[in-house]
């Protein structure tokens, strides 16, 4: 038998497997989503969300970690050329993949929110949660 030191809760939301039958947000969360790096530029964030067909794009460090994100309304009309870390959103409201999926549904209905970015305790990007996939 193993402990892990740091205990379950992180463990769950390092999104590590575990057994039960909780509906947590990291069962429901959308993996491939597009990303790019600080110093990508607007026309290759808005290709790359395109081809992706929902967005945002999610605008990572070096190491993974969410710096923000990118939004079509951010990167439509912007030449091409203009660094992303110029129109991209900072500070964007993250959750871990730890969550109670019906609960954070129904907290981003209330609030109008449909998708949220979903990372690790370190920042690192899991992926995106839309309330629409939880939703019955």
């Given at each position: 038998?193993?402990?892990?030191?740091?205990?379950?809760?992180?463990?769950?939301a390092?999104?590590?497997?575990?057994e039960?039958?909780?509906?947590?947000?990291?069962?429901?969360?959308?993996?491939g989503?597009?990303?790019?790096?600080?110093?990508a530029?607007?026309?290759?964030?808005?290709?790359?969300?395109?081809?992706?067909?929902f967005?945002?794009?999610?605008?990572?460090n070096?190491?993974?970690?969410?710096?923000?994100?990118?939004?079509?309304?951010?990167?439509?009309?912007?030449?091409?050329?203009?660094?992303?870390?110029?129109?991209?959103?900072?500070?964007?409201?993250?959750?871990?993949?730890?969550?109670?999926?019906?609960?954070?549904?129904?907290?981003?209905?209330?609030r109008?929110?449909?998708?949220?970015?979903?990372?690790?305790?370190?920042?690192?990007?899991?992926?995106?949660?839309?309330?629409a996939?939880?939703?019955?």
């Amino acid at each position: 038998m193993h402990e892990y030191a740091a205990g379950k809760g992180d463990w769950l939301a390092a999104d590590l497997p575990f057994e039960g039958t909780a509906q947590l947000a990291g069962m429901f969360i959308r993996r491939g989503v597009a990303t790019v790096g600080e110093r990508a530029t607007a026309g290759e964030a808005l290709r790359l969300l395109e081809a992706q067909g929902f967005g945002p794009v999610v605008v990572i460090n070096q190491a993974g970690v969410v710096m923000g994100a990118a939004y079509r309304d951010q990167l439509v009309g912007t030449a091409e050329e203009t660094a992303v870390a110029t129109v991209m959103r900072f500070g964007v409201s993250t959750v871990r993949p730890s969550e109670d999926a019906a609960a954070l549904a129904h907290r981003m209905g209330q609030r109008g929110v449909s998708r949220t970015v979903v990372t690790r305790p370190d920042g690192s990007l899991v992926g995106l949660f839309f309330a629409a996939d939880k939703t019955p």
